[in-house]
């Protein structure tokens, strides 16, 4: 389907006839012309030729005639190609009856794991949280649709030292009483009142010390107060997820502690296979290439010197299982940029071990920060941390005013449900939309409004396109013959034709942006389509084929955010 592939398939050839040597055609989207190649410039110093001759040659040996209506040199050594009607009607009468949009499913399916949103037990999620559940959640989308098999990791902070005094603070209010707080949400309460008698209570102290030896020993009683604290959080982080709309479930849940019977096998392993070197009491692995600022060879601690372990014991443990028991061959770690140091030495030191060897690879999906107006790390008034719930809640409530102010005529619940849908798909296409490797600003705003690339814009799209449904009280025919005669339609045809490439090029990449970036593309280019060419008042044929367009294009706006995790109401 991919139209640029096509062509490019069709001139590699005969470049490569030309030059002696493969080359790349650099086939491209051109104003001058459907598409251009420019490789023939490259070419002339190479092979001593003027690059006009060069792309001459190539075009008496190409085979286009059948895909192109015209196929000229312009210019200094340019390669214009105009792509003939009948062949891009064809693609796009093929896309109409492709329940997959012309996106196949993948030759080689993989077994992926994508650990992604991450918050710890006893602690509220807050907009730091946002990025990694929404970015992990898309990839999840994507590469299960794609035909992989997906397994979602939700690395609980479940464990360490932190919960003697969380179970301490547990026992002192009652459990009937915490449970009643934890199941309201105020984790962080909880966890400010816990860590306030910490700090100022000698013997509230050392009992969470001794609470801490309990845990760790397999204490039957203190492992089930253990489980209260964790059940609890799980709930709330559950309604999180259910309000942002994400796919993690009960299930995806593993926690630090699920690691824990993993973590001295792997390090009696590592010293097994030689690479433990003991450094200041710790016991470490010193991965090649990884030196500190002062040049000095840069540590990976698996096990303190207390005899405690640490995230870098539970990451490797994580892999060991992933790749050893799961036989995942793509680990994808959806974790913010400042943690790149820490993962690139793990993943290191998996190598060394043995326990991420070809084909399996891990990746740090690494992202940028939230951003207030004022350019600086987005904070509350009280210059606290965003809560996650505040932000969701604001964003539908604004979402949804607008939504009543706008279409007054829509019912309460209609408007409520069009109001979540429109702010949650605002605030996750405002963070799918930016380069994820770069901090953006949170602008309600921006976000909300109907003009831009927003996903209030695409989905008016998508909605405006089911009103011409509703008004004409016919559904389109795939079977249609496709005409493109106007300008208008000839540039829809090869956006919809685009969508395959763009998928590819996210599920190897990850950067959702291109994604946001060609649904906008698309949305922009029917709305062009749809103010110069009538529809419903068009004489057959060509009222057909317009329909077509319209519905393969509400498909396309549809699978696109649905990928990205927004919704699609049929009005707004």
């Known amino acids: 389907m991919d139209l640029e592939k096509l062509l490019t398939d069709r001139l590699a050839p005969a470049f490569a006839a ?5 080359v790349d055609p650099v086939v491209r989207r051109s104003q001058r012309a459907d598409f251009q190649s420019d490789a023939a410039l490259a070419l002339a110093r190479r092979l001593g030729r003027p690059p006009r001759a060069i792309a001459t040659e190539v075009l008496e040996r190409a085979e286009v005639g059948d895909l192109c209506a ?20 064809g693609l796009v009468s093929a896309l109409a009856t492709d329940p997959r949009l012309g996106v196949p499913a993948s030759a080689a399916p993989e077994t992926v794991v994508v650990d992604y949103s991450s918050p710890n037990v006893a602690k509220e999620m807050h907009v730091g949280h946002l990025r990694s559940t929404v970015i992990g959640d898309a990839a999840a989308r994507l590469l299960e649709w794609l035909g992989h098999r997906v397994v979602r990791a939700n690395h609980l902070g479940d464990w360490g030292t932190p919960f003697g005094m969380l179970i301490e603070h547990l026992v002192d209010l009652g459990e009937a009483e915490a449970t009643q707080e934890l199941s309201m949400g105020d984790l962080d309460s909880f966890y400010q009142a816990a860590r306030a008698k910490f700090d100022t209570d000698e013997a509230f102290r050392e009992r969470s010390r001794l609470r801490v030896v309990a845990l760790q020993g397999g204490d039957e009683g203190t492992r089930r107060l253990w489980r209260l604290l964790v059940e609890q959080s799980e709930r709330y982080f559950l309604t999180v997820y259910d309000l942002l709309d994400v796919t993690l479930t009960g299930r995806d849940f593993q926690g630090e ?10 390090v009696a392993e590592l010293d097994g296979l030689g690479l433990l070197r003991e450094s200041d009491g710790a016991a470490c692995v010193f991965p090649p290439g990884s030196v500190g600022r002062d040049g000095e060879p840069l540590p990976l601690i698996v096990r303190k010197s207390d005899g405690g372990y640490g995230y870098p014991a539970t990451d490797l443990a994580a ?42 690879r891990a990746e740090h999906v690494g992202f940028g920060s939230i951003l207030g107006p004022d350019g600086r790390m987005l904070r509350s008034r009280a210059g606290g941390s965003v809560k996650l719930v505040g932000l969701l809640e604001e964003a539908v409530a604004r979402a949804t005013a607008l939504t009543r102010s706008r279409n007054p005529e829509l019912g309460e619940a209609e408007a409520a449900e069009v109001g979540r849908a429109v702010g949650i798909g605002a605030i996750k296409y405002a963070d799918l939309s930016s380069d994820r490797h770069r901090d953006y600003v949170l602008d309600w705003e921006r976000m909300l409004s109907l003009d831009g690339n927003t996903a209030p814009y695409l989905q008016y799209a998508y909605s405006r396109i089911r009103s011409i449904f509703r008004r004409a009280g016919v559904a389109a025919r795939p079977d249609a013959g496709i005409s493109l005669a106007e300008p208008a339609e000839r540039a829809l045809a090869f956006e919809l034709v685009g969508f395959g490439a763009v998928v590819a090029q996210v599920e190897r990449s990850l950067e959702f942006h291109h994604l ?57």
């Open 18 to 22: 030309v030059a002696g040597v493969p």
């Open 70 to 89: 015209a196929a000229e040199v312009s210019g200094p050594g340019f390669i214009n190609l105009t792509v003939a009607e009948r062949t891009l009607g």
């Open 257 to 266: 502690s699920s690691y824990n019977d993993l973590l001295a096998p792997v």
């Open 319 to 360: 892999i060991r299982h992933r790749t050893g028991e799961l036989g995942a061959t793509r680990l994808l770690y959806v974790v913010g940029l400042p943690q790149q140091r820490h993962f690139e030495m793990v993943y290191a030191v998996a190598e060394q071990a043995g326990w991420l060897a070809p084909p399996a």
């Open 516 to 572: 946001a970036a060609y649904l906008h593309r698309l949305a922009t280019a029917f709305s062009a389509f749809y103010e110069r060419c009538p529809v419903l008042r068009a004489e057959e044929p060509v009222r057909e084929s317009r329909l077509v367009l319209c519905d393969l294009t509400a498909r396309v706006l549809r699978q696109g955010l649905h990928l990205l995790g927004i919704r699609t109401p049929e009005r707004m």
